[in-house]
């Protein structure tokens, strides 16, 4: 059987020792090179939003690299993950997974800019927003009397995701009524570890997108986890001076670059404005807050946190034969 030392010797990677890893294929925010049964997920420091890469923040591949990892490492007994290694601050060696059609996001407040934000949907008075029945008299940000789930299909490169009910998720094929349930129980409960370990941090999680895949049909999360991009995390203590005072709680995700583009007038056609240098480093920031808080660890630039534990993952990966 081969341990992970052997494992990871056998293949030298790191950032700069990419060349030789296999195909690559960039994506908006990440790039991946197939090794065969393996993948190299390399994070980056793009941004996107409106579909589109709008910028650079710096170390938020490292931020969502490890934050990742280390979710993973919190959540592994809820349900299995891809994660094999942290073999660089920006690179993970994963398990390969049959990804899901649809993405689940998982929504604890009514919140949103966007013309397809929950909060916009229900102040247009859009009847059943995604098929949800939301309680009358609820303003911006207020917390939902029980998380709620808008499922997305995975939409082509350049192609809006399509946004669909539960309902309509297992009616039009997309997933089986017995794995959508699979599905739904799983995400609620990362949902509510997640909001905990938040809470402990003096954040709050207001909504996440989690991604599913299958290995062997077993059903495993795969991509980012609970990080400033999947995420949206505001501050505690500004969630409740928001609450009595009518202020914008403090973002420390990615919502807080949307809003910059949205106050410019762009929603993802056109010309994209070049963001300030200090609104990226203000970016920057706020992602290491976030990494520091739930980790309670200090953020170190381009340094290798310790590995999270792996060894079931392993264990699943050598016994197949991987030599």
Sequence with gaps: ???LNTLIAAAPLVATNLQNQGPRYEGKVRDVYDRGDTLLLVSTD???AFDRVLGAIPFRGQVLNELSAWWFEQTEDIVANHVLAVLDPNVTLARKAKALPVEVIVRGFITGVTDTALWTLYERGVARPYGLELPAGLKKNDRLPTPVIT???KAPAGQHDERLSEAEVVAGGHVSAERWAEVRRVALALYARGQARAAAAGLVLVDTKYEFGLISDELVLIDELHTPDSSRYWTLESYERAMTDGTTPEALSKEMLRE???SQGFSGAGAIPAPPAALLAEAAQRYITVWER????????GKLPALPRIAANVRALTEGGLS
């Design 260 to 262: 910059w583009f949205i």
């Design 151 to 153: 499922p997305t299909t």
């Design 46 to 48: 793009r941004f996107s």
């Design 294 to 301: 739930l980790t309670g660890r200090p953020f170190s630039a």
């Design 1 to 3: 059987m081969v341990n």
